[in-house]
């Protein structure tokens, strides 16, 4: 049996000084993830991930993790004043997650890459 775990991630920008209501959940995010489960219909809560900003050599760095809350998602990831306009990428540990739910994972981790994202 397959399991699919559908992501819809929510990559935003906000220009300085425009204020945001994200329902408590922070005020200032250049990067907002959110993950629902497709098999169940809920959201992917406890699910870790990483995320990944290119450089200008094209490597990769690791800037944070995160896990997702019992609603699906994570915030401040980053502040507004620490992000830089350009590629991201996030790995997700679909694995672990699934095999805390007491399923057989059907692939170790989802990559979501790259985004650019701009302000």
Same mark, same amino acid.
């Given at each position: 049996?397959?399991?699919? &775990?559908? &992501?819809?991630?929510c990559?935003?920008?906000?220009?300085? !000084?425009?204020?945001?209501?994200?329902?408590?959940?922070?005020?200032?995010? %250049?990067? @907002?993830i959110?993950?629902?489960?497709?098999? @169940?219909?809920? %959201?992917?809560?406890?699910? =870790?991930?990483?995320? /990944?900003?290119?450089?200008?050599?094209?490597?990769? =760095?690791?800037?944070?993790?995160?896990?997702? !809350?019992?609603?699906?998602?994570?915030? @401040? &990831?980053?502040?507004?004043?620490?992000?830089?306009?350009?590629?991201?990428?996030? =790995?997700?540990?679909?694995?672990? /997650?699934?095999?805390? &739910? !007491? /399923?057989? %994972?059907? =692939?170790?981790?989802?990559?979501?890459?790259?985004?650019?994202?701009?302000?």
């Amino acid at each position: 049996m397959r399991f699919i &775990l559908s &992501l819809i991630i929510c990559l935003t920008a906000f220009y300085k !000084g425009e204020s945001v209501d994200h329902s408590g959940s922070d005020t200032n995010c %250049p990067i @907002n993830i959110k993950v629902l489960n497709a098999v @169940n219909g809920t %959201p992917a809560a406890n699910l =870790h991930m990483q995320i /990944y900003r290119r450089n200008a050599d094209l490597s990769w =760095h690791q800037f944070n993790t995160g896990v997702t !809350g019992i609603n699906g998602e994570v915030h @401040n &990831l980053i502040t507004e004043a620490d992000f830089i306009p350009g590629m991201y990428k996030i =790995h997700f540990n679909t694995a672990d /997650y699934w095999r805390n &739910l !007491g /399923y057989t %994972p059907f =692939h170790e981790c989802v990559n979501v890459s790259p985004t650019y994202i701009d302000c």
